[in-house]
């Protein structure tokens, strides 16, 4: 991370992202990660993990409603969620939206991520007081473990970059055991990076999930904020995915919508041909 001039750079990959700021409103080491609150000119609240944009309070619903909205509106009746990571509220919000789901699991790691997020993105984290929903201040990598099997219809990853305490959650084991412990007929979806800047994870994480998932497709979405904009999300099941929607979400939203959601699926031509024209041999 660099600040000059009252601008915040992401420049630990060879692709920058520039900020301009007003200062910090929060920084602090917690047991997990340094997090910090950036006030910026023109994306309002902005949160770093370990130097890494995470969320800002202008663009978070491209994100969060492209992780939830393509698999959730799919599945025939979901009623319980597994949400890793997202301590920031912003996919169990958009979860919520669904009048089906019952029961929501949040598992996150880092306790302070919600507290802080409660008090600079009180709008992202509206829901996480929620009766529907149980936090779990867990590893998820542990957590998933121990789940009980066929017992939630979506999981969604919410998770930072697959490094240090989060680089297990690309695993086979990791992916195998999410397997488990979705039913019959659950749907995964995880982020899975920026295809221009981080196509090795995003490879890795299709080659390690097609050994635990039958089916696996992608989605090709945009975050502003995140570097190289055009960001991917890997989403998995071990029934075919009939991508066609079946719950529309009533709350309201900013960027899903039915014809965005046909396209969601549709991906840039050296994607489709270096990736999906032959799917891995089981």
Known sequence: M???DGWFFEDDMPFATAIKTKGSLYSKKSKYQNIEILDTVTMGNLMLLDGKTMVSEKDEFYYHESIVHPAVSIHPRPKKIMVIGGGDG???REVLK???VEDIELVEIDEEV???SKKYFP???CELNNPKLKIKLNDAIEYMKNAQEKSYDVILCDSTDPEGFA??????DFYK???KALKENGIYICQSGSLLIQENEFKMSLEN???AFKYVDAIVSMIPIYPGCMWSFLIASNKPLDKKIKNIPSGKTKYWNEEIHEKLFAKPEWIKEKYFSLQAVK
């Open 209 to 211: 999930i097609r050994t």
């Open 177 to 179: 055991n999410a397997s």
């Open 90 to 92: 912003g996919t169990v």
């Open 2 to 4: 660099l600040m000059k």
């Open 98 to 100: 669904y009048k089906s």
């Open 167 to 172: 680089a297990g959650l690309i695993s086979k």
């Open 123 to 125: 709008e992202i984290a």
């Open 114 to 116: 919600i507290n802080v």
